[in-house]
């Protein structure tokens, strides 16, 4: 694809297998980060107030938290596999 080079162009699969050696080496070498309880609780917390700003996703949220007390099993799997990918096609547009 012109105009993509590095990892851009590069498979996904290789680009994880890259990641991860980087960051094996990073934890042996005594480089890495290792997140404190607190910093976790931060990050979840600043996480959530960002999604939640997003007033459109979490009505569909709710939406489909009510309706979803009724139905069965099947239904269920299938209602989830829709919203992930809503929740995908959400991300891409950011």
């Not at 297998?17 to 997140?35: F, L, N, P």
């Not at 931060?42 to 139905?71: F, P, Q, W």
Request: glycine letters at 12%.
């Amino acid at each position: 694809m012109p105009g993509r080079r590095g990892f851009a162009s590069m498979d996904p699969v290789r680009w994880r297998e890259i990641a991860s050696k980087g960051g094996k080496a990073a934890h042996k070498k005594g480089t890495a980060h290792r997140w404190s309880s607190d910093e976790a609780q931060e990050a979840g917390r600043k996480g959530g107030y960002t999604v939640s700003r997003d007033r459109e996703h979490m009505a569909e949220i709710g939406k489909a938290g009510g309706v979803s007390n009724g139905l069965t099993r099947k239904e269920k799997r299938r209602n989830a596999e829709q919203e992930l990918q809503r929740t995908k096609r959400c991300r891409n547009k950011r």
